[in-house]
């Protein structure tokens, strides 16, 4: 089975936009969500995301306001302009936009966000909130949000089941893992150094979250194995974008499978969409 993520991505975002229209109705005064994105430089992968998170506040009107910035900015003035968003009151959510260029600390960064802001859970006291509470938290970063809501639609129970996660990113892959041990996955973390072949053999379920073009090869996959593929990878100076996983080729073993693109991505700006809806509904009471 191909999994599609378009329609279940535009029911979640239709049943949020009618909650803040019927907020925004009831409460005249009332501001309507507001995002800040923070971008650093080109990534090509990154162009692609922050195109469609603005496409998803323009189609709702969600107040938005990029903040895109050369390669060469410094540390200090992305935390000015943080330090700044933190105290807007028409901001509720702030994006760091990552991979940010190496001379810049993720860490460091993500630490300056409000708590009450960081829609992505990436500041050290969120993160460790979600590490404890799992999905019982407030806020699931929305990529590993997209897949366990994959999981959910699709009756697949990793319950006991050897998943193999690729990508140990503090965004994805490490959340995510901890997430389906929290289901009761057996779960194995593969990452740059370590082998991948070997644990994708053995795995009932793989979710590629590395964002390597097509590092996960066909033959490898388990004959009846789900595939899901967060992976995206812009081929530059193209629109295309590929995924992890050697699509045509796995696709005879599996018995799921998620494409790029198409699959995962809508869910993930969907789940921002549900992410900023309850930073909002907070500030907001
Ligand atoms: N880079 C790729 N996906 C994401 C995301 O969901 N949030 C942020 N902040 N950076 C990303």
Known sequence: M?????????????RIAQLIN????????????????????????????VRKKIALCEENEV????????????????????RFLNKQESIDGILVQ???????????????IKL??????????????????????DIIPCTPAAVLHILDTQGIDVRNQNVTVIG?????GFPLSVLLLKRNAKVTICHSETAVQ???EKADIVISCAGHKELVKGDWIKNGAK?????????????????????????PKVSFITPVPGGVGPLTVSMLFKNLYRVWCRTNG
């Open 63 to 82: 107040h938005h306001e990029l903040y895109h910035f050369p390669e060469t900015i410094t540390q200090q003035e992305i935390i000015r302009q943080i």
């Open 227 to 251: 595939v899901i593929d967060v992976g995206i990878t812009r081929i530059p100076g193209t629109n295309k974008i590929v995924g992890d996983i050697e699509f045509n080729n796995a696709l």
């Open 168 to 172: 140990r990113s503090h965004l994805v």
């Open 2 to 14: 191909i999994f599609k993520g378009n329609f279940l991505a535009k029911e979640t975002i239709s």
């Open 116 to 137: 009450s802001k960081d829609i992505d859970c990436l500041h050290m006291a969120n993160f460790q909130n979600l590490l404890q509470n799992g999905e019982n938290n």
């Open 22 to 49: 019927y907020h925004t109705s009831k409460h005249s005064t009332l501001m309507r969500p507001g995002l800040a994105i923070i971008q650093v430089g080109n990534n090509p992968s990154s162009l692609t995301y």
């Open 198 to 200: 070997e644990h994708v």
């Open 98 to 112: 990552l991979p940010l260029p190496p001379h810049l600390s993720r860490l460091e960064i993500s630490n300056e």
